[in-house]
């Protein structure tokens, strides 16, 4: 069965340091999503794409994060500089994209920022 | 805005009996809700879902219902068994770009 896949697995970095995520979604899924969830809390939306574009960053702090699918496929998710709250899960999910609404999810990118 | 409400957040049931969790929401326009389960440490996984023109479906121990009039659907659990224990998520689809508004979860534990 495909899945979502994400590395690395787990990160740990110091405040002000650079970090990246990736994320491969499944096979033929245009729509990829980028999810912050802080333990104990449901996942809070960074980042949507439709195949290459943005649909919605609206709740992407864009003086740090950035976010990227060159090529409509996988898609890489960037903090500079990394910040003590910005310790969290970091999951990516894709969809089909063409009114097929489920939402797969890859293991996630636990960061730990010290 | 749109919202989720989710109740309990914390539900403690012998193992054995029937867990029940509810969630509310004020999207009508809304057609798809999904349920996701989540273990400790783990990616939240699709456990079931529905869609706004069936009221009821079910998958072997679990069902999920749907009232549409009132705006509410429900998560059921019978026979619970240790491995149920986790958080738990409903959800439903915005009209549109097919994000997903999450409730807050609901921690279920199984006591033996």
């Known amino acids: 069965e495909a899945e979502v896949a994400q590395s690395p697995r787990y990160k740990i970095t110091e405040k002000s340091q650079a970090v990246a995520f990736w994320c491969d979604p499944i096979s033929g899924h245009a729509t990829l999503y980028w999810y912050r969830q802080i333990l104990g809390q449901g996942p809070e939306l960074l980042v949507q794409?439709?195949?290459?574009?943005?649909?919605?960053d609206s709740q992407l702090p864009k003086d740090r994060f950035s976010a990227e699918r060159l090529k409509g496929v996988d898609s890489t998710l960037k903090i500079q500089p990394a910040e003590l709250g910005d310790s969290a899960m970091y999951l990516c999910?894709?969809?089909?994209?063409?009114?097929?609404?489920?939402?797969?999810f890859g293991p996630g990118t636990r960061l730990l920022v010290l | 805005g749109e919202n989720v409400e989710q109740h309990p957040s914390t539900l403690s049931v012998q193992e054995g009996d029937s867990a029940v969790i509810k969630c509310t929401y004020s999207?009508?326009?809304?057609?798809?809700f999904p349920w996701y389960k989540q273990e400790l440490g783990k990616r939240p996984q699709l456990i079931i879902d529905i869609r706004s023109n069936v009221g009821e479906k079910k998958d072997q121990r679990i069902a999920v219902t749907l009232n549409k009039t009132a705006k509410h659907f429900s998560l059921h659990i019978t026979e619970t068994q240790p491995e149920d224990s986790a958080v738990y998520f409903c959800?439903?689809?915005?009209?549109?770009?097919?994000?997903?508004?999450w409730g807050a979860g609901t921690k279920l534990i199984i006591k033996p």
């Open positions: 999207d009508s326009a809304s057609n798809y």
């Open positions: 999910a894709s969809s089909l994209g063409t009114g097929q609404e489920t939402q797969y």
């Open positions: 794409f439709q195949d290459e574009s943005v649909v919605d």
């Open positions: 959800a439903q689809q915005g009209v549109g770009n097919y994000q997903l508004i």
